[in-house]
């Protein structure tokens, strides 16, 4: 019977009639033509010249180079002392895209080393781009030359904790600062990136306490001291990268192949099926609490929680262009400094329901949704010679919304982007001594499988 699909399907492609900027086949097939969901409606606009986006994976090499001579550092007796800047060289490993027919490079950058350098005391500091974009005004094509203005969100995390006073001992800082830069790409031919950039962060100076003594999470943090360790400079970063058409990769085919695609997928009831997820996340802000506030203060910088996975599995409905799925992570996260010790964990259960808002623009999908997720939590707190744990379940409503890129409609798998955001988790640890484990989650990238497309091409 798939046999006799595939010949008739052939037979059909033969037949072929014109139609305003799209050759279609000329059969007779219920919903093809008609309705706003249409499958004709579904294939997106192909053009001979650049793609609308291609995918670039590279390596970077960065520079910073420190606006001021010296550095205060916190020294034991609650004090600072002086020393010279050094300049911080770190490598990167570069994900992104660049799209809007060559107008917008959109990557994350992750480090491949932690920069250290000896002060007098253990230094490192480290640059994750969380997500960056470089704008040309020019579209950058094959075989040209062109400049970029940049910014985007740059995470930065410096580690000091080799000193025998605690209260001299920030441990790892991180902070979210905005730079800004100039530059210009080259693209080969081929496919080869090569660009050269220069950022300033304006921003880059992390408030570190001085002489801070851990007490019991029961008393209120008592005042303390502060010190700027300005670590604004300039990043020079030279990248080397390589390009590519996802459409390419995936084979894409012209659209009346596509058509005839999501027709034979149709007849098989293969386009609305069963969905599995599965990608890498973080968060992007965590909701203020008390605890960060007013008990432990010193900490809210020193809070570190490391990449985390995000799967699921659901069922996605064609027609409706929505998807029900069941989506699952864990986090992990803690900090550790001045004497105190933050360990705290959560890993939930999501039933969510996204809405798909196709634009038909040459296949960025945004999407919105909602749900309810089950949450155990667990924390624990050490400092003033007192320690406190805390484990509970509870049941949080949660909103979705992203996007993902469908470069082809019938395709069997694509990328998706997801952000989840938790308005409130809030639990008491002590009377008047809240901590909230809600916040904004980030997708870096999530892979989405149709199985019962890859069983139906």
């Known amino acids: 019977m798939k046999t006799f699909r595939v010949l008739a399907l052939l037979c059909l492609a033969s037949g072929l009639r014109a139609a305003p900027s799209l050759m279609v086949p000329d059969i007779t097939f219920p919903g093809l033509y008609q309705g706003s969901n249409s499958l004709y409606s579904q294939v997106y606009p192909q053009g001979s010249g650049q793609p609308f986006a291609t995918t670039v994976l590279g390596l970077t090499y960065q520079t910073l180079f420190p606006s001021q001579s010296t550095w205060l550092l916190p020294a034991p007796g609650g004090g600072t002392t002086a020393v010279s800047s050094q300049r911080l060289q770190q490598a990167t490993l570069r994900v992104g895209g660049l799209h809007f027919f060559g107008h917008a490079l959109i990557d994350m950058q992750f480090p491949l080393d932690s920069p250290s350098v000896n002060l007098g005391r253990e230094f490192s500091a480290s640059y994750f781009m969380e997500t960056g974009v470089q704008w040309f005004p020019w579209a950058l094509g094959a075989n040209s030359l062109r400049p970029f203005v940049s910014t985007g969100l740059l995470r930065r995390t410096l580690t000091l904790s080799d000193s025998q006073d605690p209260g001299a001992n920030p441990g790892t800082v991180s902070q979210t600062v905005f730079p800004l830069g100039l530059g210009f790409a080259f ?6 990136l090569l660009d050269f950039e220069v950022q300033r962060s304006f921003n880059d100076s992390p408030s570190l306490p001085l ?4 007490q019991d999470l029961a008393r209120p943090s008592p005042a303390y001291a502060t010190s700027l360790l300005d670590l604004s400079g300039y990043r020079v970063s030279v990248g080397l990268e390589a390009s590519w058409s996802m459409q390419a990769l995936l084979g894409q085919a012209g659209q009346t192949q596509q058509l005839l695609k999501l027709a034979s997928l149709e007849q098989q009831g293969r386009l609305s ?5 599965a990608g890498l ?6 909701n ?4 960060f506030d007013v008990r432990r203060p010193y900490l809210s910088q020193a809070y570190q ?3 985390f996975f995000h799967g699921g599995v659901g069922y996605y409905f064609f027609s409706w262009d929505a998807e029900l799925r069941l989506a699952s992570r864990a986090i992990a996260g803690s900090a550790r400094a001045y004497g105190a010790d933050l360990k705290a964990s959560q890993q939930g259960l999501f039933a969510e329901a996204l809405k798909f808002f196709d634009p038909h623009f040459y296949g960025f999908v945004p999407f919105v949704g909602a749900g309810a997720g089950h949450e155990d939590l667990d924390l624990s707190d050490s400092g003033g010679g007192a320690s406190y744990h805390l484990t509970k379940s509870v049941w949080v409503p949660d909103l979705v919304f992203g996007w993902e890129l469908r470069t082809d409609p019938s395709q069997s798998w694509l990328i998706r982007t997801n952000f989840r955001w938790i ?14 484990f809600g916040g904004l989650e980030y997708d870096l990238f999530q892979l989405v499988v149709f199985p ?3 069983l139906g091409n």
């Open 187 to 192: 693209l080969s031919s081929g496919g080869g």
């Open 211 to 214: 002489g801070v003594a851990a």
């Open 273 to 277: 099926g069963p969905t599995l997820e």
């Open 281 to 286: 996340s973080m968060r992007l802000y965590h």
């Open 288 to 291: 203020d609490s008390d605890y």
């Open 305 to 307: 929680e490391p990449f």
């Open 423 to 436: 308005p409130k988790e809030q639990v008491s640890i002590l009377p008047g001594v809240n901590y909230d």
């Open 452 to 454: 019962a497309r890859l």
